[in-house]
């Protein structure tokens, strides 16, 4: 299940954003109460988070898939994003239950739109 795309801010035609995608494998169908819950208290982070303009989650618990897409200013808002709370306690909380996660990063421009999972997922591989 996908939910919908969260549109933060609004893209400016000139301007070149980062997109992030991650994907997030659990060790176990158990993990799938606490992911849920970390992701609900991460999606509210988000949402006033400083330099992201949109996002998305992906999750198909019965493969233990989690995944990622978001859209940001730059890479100095992602990384301070990441590092603060509930992030960084929940990330650090989910370890090992979590097996590697995989992230990939590009560049497009708002004329390009928001970035699409079929680019993400064929990016994460």
Do not use: C, N
């Not at 509930?86 to 370890?95: D, V």
């Amino acid at each position: 299940m996908r939910s919908p795309w969260k549109k933060i801010s609004d893209l400016e035609p000139d301007a070149e954003y980062l997109v992030l995608a991650s994907a997030i494998p659990a060790k176990s169908v158990r993990s799938t109460w606490r992911m849920f819950r970390g992701a609900s208290a991460i999606r509210r982070q988000l949402s006033t988070t400083e330099g992201i303009i949109g996002f998305s989650l992906l999750a198909r618990p019965l493969r233990r898939q989690y995944a990622t897409l978001s859209l940001w200013t730059d890479q100095a808002a992602l990384d301070a994003f990441v590092h603060a709370s509930p992030h960084s306690e929940i990330m650090g909380a989910l370890a090992a239950e979590l097996g590697p996660t995989s992230f990939e990063r590009w560049t497009t421009t708002g004329s390009q739109g928001r970035p699409s999972w079929s680019e993400a997922l064929r990016r994460l591989g």
